[in-house]
C-alpha cells in the first residue's frame, strides 16, 4: 500500500523560506517517481516539480525554478522540498504524489499540508 504524509507546512512572510517532508513507504519511495503538486483556493491543483527514482532528475513548474528545490534522503524514505523566496502567491496547500514509472499520472497522493505567505 502507497503511503505519502507530507509535514512541514506552516505560515512565512513573503521571502521567507520553508522545507516540506514527505515521508513514503519504502517500495514507493524507491520505485516511484515522487511530486509535489499544490492547489490554491479557487484554482486547480497545478505541478510544482518532481523527482526520479534515484534523484538523479529533477523537474519544475516554471513559476517555482530558481525557489524551490526537490531532493530526497534515502536513509530516511522521504523527499524533501525546500521553497526559498517565497511569495504570496505561493499560498497553497501543497500536496506529495507518486506515478510509476511508466504512468503519464500521478496516482498516490498524500493528505496535503497548507503553505501560507503572508505580504
Known amino acids: 500500500q502507497v503511503q505519502l504524509v507530507e509535514s512541514g507546512g506552516g505560515l512565512v512572510q513573503a521571502g521567507g523560506s520553508l522545507r516540506l517532508s514527505c515521508a513514503a513507504d519504502e517500495r514507493t519511495f524507491n520505485n516511484y517517481v515522487m511530486g509535489w503538486f499544490r492547489q490554491a483556493p479557487g484554482k486547480e491543483r497545478a505541478f510544482v516539480g518532481s523527482?526520479?527514482?534515484?534523484?538523479?532528475?529533477?523537474d519544475y513548474a516554471d513559476s517555482v525554478k530558481g525557489r524551490f528545490a526537490i531532493s530526497k534522503e534515502n536513509a530516511k524514505n522521504t523527499m524533501y522540498l525546500q521553497m526559498n523566496s517565497l511569495k504570496p502567491e505561493d499560498t497553497a496547500v501543497y500536496y506529495c504524489?507518486?506515478?510509476?514509472?511508466?504512468?503519464?499520472?500521478?496516482?498516490?497522493w498524500g493528505q496535503g499540508t497548507q503553505v501560507t505567505v503572508s505580504s
Open positions: 504524489a507518486a506515478r510509476g514509472v511508466d504512468d503519464n499520472k500521478f496516482h498516490f
Open positions: 523527482i526520479s527514482r534515484n534523484g538523479g532528475s529533477t
